[in-house]
Nanobody, 124 residues
Framework: QVQLVESGGGLVQAGGSLRLSCVTSGRTFSVYAMGWFRQAPGKEREFVATISSSGNRKDYADSVKGRFAISRDNAKDTLYLEMNSLTPEDTAIYYC?????????????????WGQGTQVTVSS
């Protein structure tokens, strides 16, 4: 059973920063690509960032490019999302997800396992 547990969310003022973490169970974390997605109230879940299994390839949604950074520590089975220059539009529940393949992807349907999410709220 694969489990993903996010943490690091919270309330922050506009312009602030947060670092999200996602710890995964199992000993095969380094084999699979990972991603971050978010869902704001009344909106569909959307892609934020993705990273290949080795960490060599990263991709970002245009809305977060230059402000967010995805990374992974394969020795710790942990995925990270560093979020800077936050705006109220970044308010959402943030989910980490794991693929069954090593290549990164923007598509929600390419991800098999999902965490429970962590709330990020940015006040103006």
């Amino acid at each position: 059973q694969v489990q993903l547990v996010e943490s690091g969310g919270g309330l922050v003022q506009a312009g602030g920063s947060l670092r999200l973490s996602c710890v995964t169970s199992g000993r095969t974390f380094s084999v699979y690509a990972m991603g971050w997605f978010r869902q704001a109230p009344g909106k569909e879940r959307e892609f934020v960032a993705t990273i290949s299994s080795s960490g060599n390839r990263k991709d970002y949604a245009d809305s977060v490019k230059g402000r967010f950074a995805i990374s992974r520590d394969n020795a710790k089975d942990t995925l990270y999302l560093e979020m800077n220059s936050l705006t109220p539009e970044d308010t959402a529940i943030y989910y980490c997800a794991r693929r069954r393949f090593s290549s990164d992807s923007r598509a929600l349907h390419d991800y098999t396992y999902w965490g429970q999410g962590t709330q990020v709220t940015v006040s103006s």
